[in-house]
């Protein structure tokens, strides 16, 4: 099957998208949903360098989780990740303006 699919292969990378499912029994994991690829990523984190309580308050946040990913070799589609990092992004009414970026540009 190895010819059709290609062989797994493992790299430090990044997987970005909408946190949108937590498991926690057995093996800690969570679910990116990748809006590239329009395909969900499993994470796991079985280290103790993220939090089961900041994985959930970043339920359907954008998120950004690093580590070692698993891809197929010749699609490079993203199966699953060890998370060693974990990074959520601002809700965009966090974010500042086009005018207050620019205010605040002007003023240096």
Same mark, same amino acid.
């Given at each position: ?20 499912? *937590? /498991?926690?029994?057995?093996? #800690? +994991?969570?679910? %990116? ?6 395909? $969900? ?13 900041? *994985? /959930?308050?970043?339920?359907? #946040? +954008?998120?950004? %989780? ?6 197929? $070799? ?13 990074? *959520? ?20």
């Amino acid at each position: 099957m190895d010819h059709i699919f290609g062989l797994i292969v493992e790299s430090y990378g990044t997987v970005e998208g909408t946190l949108e499912g *937590v /498991l926690t029994h057995g093996r #800690r +994991r969570f679910f %990116v949903y990748d809006a590239l690829s329009g395909r $969900q990523v499993r994470c796991h984190f079985d280290n103790m360098a993220i939090r089961t309580d900041d *994985v /959930l308050a970043a339920f359907e #946040r +954008r998120v950004a %989780v690093g580590g070692i990913v698993r891809s197929k $070799q010749f699609t490079g589609e993203k199966i699953s990740i060890e998370a060693k990092e974990f990074n *959520v992004f601002p809700r965009d009414r966090e974010l500042l303006s086009l005018s207050e970026i620019h205010d605040l540009w002007s003023r240096q």
